[in-house]
């Protein structure tokens, strides 16, 4: 049973850092993700990363200011975001699939966390 828990959200201002932390069970190797959904929006990729940690996929607004990474170790899933935006205000949810490499579709991962919640204000 694979089981994702989402931490780390708050309420901080324009320029700011942040830090998400997802802790994982029961998928050990999976290919990892973090998406976000905004007040009124679709559910949007943010990062991924594969199942050994080397290979990693932004999308292209995240690039430069976020960073996710891995430590299986500690089965925990991370999301470093920097100089964050009112516009990066959003529900992030973590991600996980068995097999293949990583992948920008959401309907790509069968198992999510309950998201958490990061409000950007200006």
């Known amino acids: 049973q694979v089981q994702l828990v989402e931490s780390g959200g708050g309420l901080v201002q324009a320029g700011d850092s942040l830090k998400l932390s997802c802790a994982a069970s029961g998928c050990t190797y999976c290919v990892m993700g973090w998406f976000r959904r905004a007040p009124g929006k679709e559910r949007e990729f943010v990062a991924s990363?594969?199942?050994?940690?080397?290979?990693?996929s932004y999308a292209d607004s995240m690039k430069g200011r976020f960073t996710i990474s891995r430590d299986d170790a500690k089965n925990t899933l991370y999301l470093q975001m920097n100089v964050l935006k009112p516009e990066d205000t959003a529900v992030y949810y973590c991600a996980a699939r068995y097999g293949g490499n990583f992948n920008t579709r959401p309907d790509a991962y069968p198992y999510w966390g309950q998201g958490t919640q990061v409000t950007v204000s200006s």
């Open positions: 990363i594969n199942w050994s940690g080397s290979g990693t």
